[in-house]
């Protein structure tokens, strides 16, 4: 018996397959390209979304012996894209979650004072980081199709579509959640948010609980799989939450990936998101109801590595990058800001810039590509501060998940950082493990107590207890901020 997660994210494709005590059985995945279409301007092909989509489903068909009990999906939340309805053709681009071609109507809408209004109804931030501008944006560009044609849908929505045949788009709540466009107080699209967005609401998905049943395989390129039902839609980070059974109040996880996103589980109670962070929900299950979490959304944490490789030439690979960042002990001076999409929690600035600071003439590469991987542990320590303070209590244990969670050093200077335990999760592939395991969830086939007795920790790392080097680090990186007049002098 086996259960399939297909995890679609900024850079990859990734399909695997579980069995119910949450072995990994098969694995395959494809690389996803994007398009810079000029500063700000990110877009993906969705068609290459979902032809790479059925390649992976394709090698697990024919690696196992049987068909799948059920298929879940997880995909990168905030990205959009446009269809036909009836002939299933995309008819834009995907518009990618780090889009920030909408900054320019956030902050006119901030300026008008309509930003607490959009927390209060969403949980979220006005910032272009969301779906409702990138919504825009392509409604307002659509020309001589009949708005009644088009489906409107995040990644998953177009997938299900897709691999369905379903012709009426339907979404799940944690994707919804995502849009700025969706109340989260009474479980729909606001039509507040759609005036103020200009977003005709009609064109959504609709939202159906996470663990639902999406629809039947009925592809043809998937033809040993006809009738397999996709029972399990969740965001890519609610999947990982999910996935590291994060089930109970305050529970908490990093994704290491592109950007790195920090959810703690605050159950039924929605709390009111304060100093940078974004309230959304972890999940929504037939017959249990609503979880919500706390988040704290950083824009570019792998990237920003693969920026000292790809652009400043420091090695070939992030080992390496890693190895040359361990060969000292400190970067002295020098500071990696990397604000290239602006910045997330907890400043929210959609117009400050990556930079590097603190060079003189005896910096090195190691000294940057320390600074780079420092970047990533002080803006985690900052987000688990702010968790810390909007759960009344201190963070237990950080799981730690997502590519660069292989990495012992980036490990340990995150819980120096952050002053936690962190444990490495043995299973860096949470995302599709989560979403796989929310679909054997959906059939009934296994109870959520059991997740946890398949999740395992790779190995844990405790805070130094000499607190000089994280103060350091701080205060540093503290006094830049207030250069960028994002924290008080």
């Keep these: 018996m086996s259960f399939i997660g297909l995890d679609v994210g900024t850079t990859s494709v990734r399909a695997i397959a579980f069995d119910e005590d949450g072995e990994s059985l098969a694995f395959s995945s494809r690389l996803l390209s994007t398009v810079n279409r000029g500063p700000g301007r990110i877009e993906q092909d969705p068609e290459q979304m979902l032809r790479s989509s059925i390649e992976v489903l394709e090698d697990l068909a024919d690696r196992l012996p049987s068909p799948p009990r059920a298929i879940g999906i997880a995909n990168q939340r905030e990205t959009v894209t446009a269809w036909h309805k009836e002939k299933l053709k995309p008819i834009a681009p995907a518009i990618s979650w780090q889009d920030r071609r909408g900054a320019p109507r956030c902050r006119e809408l901030r300026r008008l004072g309509a930003e ?36 409107l849908g995040t990644i998953d929505s177009w997938l299900v579509a897709k691999l369905t045949g379903h012709g009426s788009p339907i979404t799940d709540f944690t994707n919804a959640s995502r849009t700025s466009l969706f109340n989260i107080n009474s479980g729909g699209y606001d039509e507040s948010m759609g005036a103020l967005f200009d977003v005709p609401l009609e064109l959504l998905p609709a939202p159906l609980p996470s663990n639902s049943m999406f629809g039947e395989i009925s592809c043809r390129e998937l033809s040993k799989w006809q009738g397999v039902p996709i029972h399990a839609v969740l965001g890519d980070q609610q999947a990982s939450l999910f996935g590291q059974h994060c089930f109970g109040y305050g529970e908490c996880k990093a994704t290491l990936g592109t950007g790195t996103f920090i959810l703690a589980n605050t159950g039924n109670q929605r709390l009111g998101a304060q100093s940078g962070l974004i309230t959304s929900i972890a999940w929504e299950l037939s017959g249990i109801g609503t979880t919500y979490c706390l988040e704290g959304s950083i824009f570019s944490t792998a990237s920003t590595l693969q920026w000292l490789i790809d652009v400043m030439g420091l090695a070939e690979s992030i080992e390496e990058l890693g190895s040359l960042a361990r060969s000292i002990r400190s970067s002295e001076q020098v500071a990696l800001i990397p604000f290239f999409d602006g910045t997330g929690s907890p400043w929210w600035a959609d117009s400050s810039s990556a930079m590097i600071a603190g060079l003189d003439t005896s910096s090195s590469k190691a000294h940057v590509a320390r600074a780079g991987f420092e970047s990533i542990a002080l803006q985690t320590a900052f987000v688990t501060d702010e968790i810390a303070t909007q759960l009344g209590g201190p963070i237990q244990t950080l799981t730690l998940d997502g590519g660069l969670s292989n990495l012992d050093f980036l490990c340990q200077l995150i819980a120096d950082q952050a002053s936690l335990r962190c444990n490495a999760s043995s299973m860096a592939e949470a995302t599709a493990f989560g979403v796989a395991m929310m679909s054997a969830v959906g059939i009934g086939a296994i109870e959520l107590e059991e997740i946890a007795s398949a999740s395992r920790i790779r190995q844990s790392f405790d805070p130094s207890a000499n607190r000089a080097a994280p103060r350091s680090r701080s205060k540093k990186w503290s006094g830049y901020l207030a250069k960028l007049g994002l924290v008080d002098e």
Excluded at 126 to 142: G, H, M, N, V
Aim: hydrophobic fraction near 40%.
């Design 116 to 151: 607490e209004h959009v927390k209060e109804v969403t949980g979220l931030r006005l910032d272009p980081y969301f779906s409702a501008t990138k919504y825009s944006e392509i409604a307002s560009s659509l020309s001589g199709i009949p708005l009644a044609d088009v489906a």
